[in-house]
């Protein structure tokens, strides 16, 4: 594959390792040919690799397998999900999926991504419905425009929320971005 056909978010094998394309811009330089500046991050150890490629280079094009699957409990340094298609149950090392896991509660389905056999990404819904455990209550008077206080959610995930959202409270998550949505009835 041409290191044009590339895309953000798309997996390829660069070096005789997966790699994740973080970022990717054509960079056009006067007289000279333009470069295709990328940030990848190696599956495998999470290594990030900032590489820029000429426009007759190539990568190996790696065909990503979706499947749904739905978390079910955790158990020591492993966590389960299951097929949702054939039931079985299917451990993922919880140092592997740390990031996603900051998201996903009991019976939550997931995206979860393979190439070549290895897992590449657990993807979670895109907004989460979660409730807040550890939150400072709101002061009157101490702010002059919007402000944000720190809430800790059931998951352990800590996102900044608006002063009038209190403890106990559900609220939605965007988990591309991490950030507050808005609070849930």
Known sequence: MNIQDVKINSTIEYDGKLWYVVEYQKVSRPRLAA?????????????????NFLPSETVGEVFVDTKEMQYSYEDGDLVYFM???????????????????????????????????????????????????????????NTSGTAYKPAKCETGLVVKVPLFVNNGERIRIDTRTGEYMERVK
């Open 83 to 141: 097929d949702l298609e054939t039931y079985d149950q299917v451990p993922f090392d919880k140092a592997q999926v740390a990031d996603a896991m900051k998201y996903i509660k009991d019976d939550t389905v997931c995206s979860v991504k393979y190439a070549n056999g290895k897992l590449i990404s657990i993807e979670p819904p895109t907004f989460i419905e979660l409730d807040i455990v550890e939150c400072e209550p709101a002061v009157a008077g």
């Open 35 to 51: 470069l295709f500046r990328t940030k990848l991050k190696n599956i495998e150890t999470g290594q990030v690799l900032e590489k």
